[in-house]
């Protein structure tokens, strides 16, 4: 695959402090002109003031300067106007007008997670000593981002400006509803969902394990309930383990680990999901607010305020 990953994402918010204060508390690291970074990714989140919360601007890494020309021989066919300036590519999502931007970049380079013992029936791995878990020390703090969720009122056109466009490859859809497409080797880095007004669902955020989520999760609600939106649970699409919240714009962050990796294209065959499949494996229900979250009737007349 020529696009290998998700580098960064710009979200637009009316109260930039206080959701900039949120996401330190959720693990990324302030950079200053409202950048925030991942233990792996470096700059990975700027947030800036804008009047609704939306997603401005996604930047995707490609390898060299040819996937820029097939990408731009992409978006011309669709009509789609884009700008090629040495090693980047700009292009305006038609629908939401998200600016996307395709760079020439390193490849995002990992360290494995230190190897943790879980026991199992017949499988004592792990003896005369309690979970790790217990003992890690300091906060959580996310390895890298792994993807962006838009509300498109056309999800069909974004999403082939995604792929027909960009040359995103589709990983699962939700029938009728979305589609779940990657620019990497990870199950999915965007998910675009057909919605009445064009807004940013939820940003997700890897962590080494579904320890991680938890003790992340935990901290995140001590004196802070409100934050909570759902978790902990298993996605079905992508197979991670799960816990939104939400930040003081209105937008959820998601933690997220084990999520199901495309090596070879070839073995991997996209399902057309339906209902509460494509959401979750097991865990609590969704709220109705995880769907159809509270602001949107306010977004889509233009009264929107954080609270």
């Given at each position: 695959m020529s696009l290998h990953g998700l580098l960064s994402v710009t979200m637009g918010v009316p109260n930039a402090a206080d959701t900039g204060a949120y996401y330190a508390d959720f693990g990324l690291t302030p950079e200053g002109d409202g950048w925030y970074s991942t233990a792996d990714?470096?700059?990975?989140?700027?947030?800036?003031?804008?009047?609704?919360?939306?997603?401005?601007?996604?930047?995707?890494?490609?390898?060299?300067?040819?996937?820029?020309a097939r990408a731009a021989a992409g978006l011309e066919r669709l009509g789609v106007p884009a700008s090629l300036?040495?090693?980047?590519?700009?292009?305006?999502?038609?629908?939401?007008?998200?600016?996307v931007f395709l760079d020439v970049a390193p490849r995002i380079q990992q360290k494995p997670a230190a190897a943790e013992h879980y026991n199992g029936p017949g499988r004592p791995e792990r003896q005369d000593s309690r979970a790790p878990g217990f003992f890690r020390p300091g906060p959580v703090r996310p390895r890298k981002l792994?993807?962006?969720?838009?509300?498109?009122?056309?999800?069909?056109?974004?999403t082939s400006f995604f792929t027909d466009g960009l040359g995103f490859k589709i990983s699962d859809r939700i029938a009728g509803v979305g589609a779940f497409?990657?620019?990497?080797?990870?199950h999915h880095?965007?998910?675009?969902l057909a919605a009445p007004v064009n807004f940013l669902h939820h940003t997700s955020w890897q962590v080494d394990d579904v320890d991680e989520v938890g003790r992340g999760a935990?901290?995140?609600?001590?004196?802070?309930?409100?934050?909570?939106?759902?978790?902990?649970?298993?996605?079905?699409?992508?197979?991670?383990f799960f816990?939104?919240?939400?930040?003081p714009a209105g937008n959820f962050s998601e933690y997220y680990s084990d999520m199901d990796c495309i090596v070879?294209?070839?073995?991997?065959?996209?399902?057309?999901?339906?209902?509460?499949?494509?959401?979750?494996?097991?865990g609590p229900p969704p709220p109705a607010s995880f769907l159809h979250p509270e602001d949107l009737a306010a977004m889509m007349t233009g009264a929107h305020a954080p609270r």
């Open positions: 990714a470096g700059r990975q989140l700027r947030i800036v003031p804008a009047p609704t919360r939306r997603l401005v601007e996604l930047r995707v890494g490609v390898d060299d300067p040819d996937d820029l300036s040495g090693t980047s590519l700009q292009a305006a999502e038609p629908v939401t007008g998200t600016r792994g993807h962006a969720v838009l509300g498109s009122t056309d999800h069909g056109r974004s497409m990657r620019c990497s080797t990870d880095n965007v998910l675009v935990f901290a995140m609600l001590e004196g802070r309930p409100e934050r909570h939106v759902w978790g902990l649970g298993r996605h079905y699409a992508g197979s991670n816990w939104y919240l939400k930040d070879d294209d070839q073995l991997w065959t996209p399902e057309d999901l339906e209902g509460a499949r494509g959401l979750f494996a097991w």
